[in-house]
């Protein structure tokens, strides 16, 4: 197991267990369809890669409901 992911650092920066699972499978497609990695990739799975890049703060989970917009109507 990936030792980023043994501690609550990671789940806490992203702000919840959901959110860092949504955001590592986004991540995860991403590289997969060719994005480049923002760290070394030098001898890390695509699962580390995206744990360092969450953990240096590269990476961060946008809510798509927060989008700015006002909801109430004046």
């Keep these: 197991m990936i030792d980023a992911l043994k501690s609550d650092?990671?789940?806490?920066?992203?702000?919840?267990?959901f959110k860092l699972t949504a955001l590592m499978q986004k991540r995860w497609v991403e590289l997969m369809q060719g994005s480049r990695p923002m760290v070394d990739p030098e001898g890390k799975t695509?699962?580390?890669?995206?744990?360092?890049?969450?953990?240096?703060?590269?990476?961060?989970?946008?809510?798509?409901?927060?989008?700015?917009?006002?909801s109430d109507t004046e």
């Design 46 to 70: 695509a699962m580390e890669i995206i744990a360092q890049e969450i953990l240096e703060g590269k990476i961060t989970f946008e809510d798509p409901k927060s989008d700015g917009a006002s």
């Design 9 to 17: 650092e990671i789940v806490f920066k992203v702000g919840g267990h």
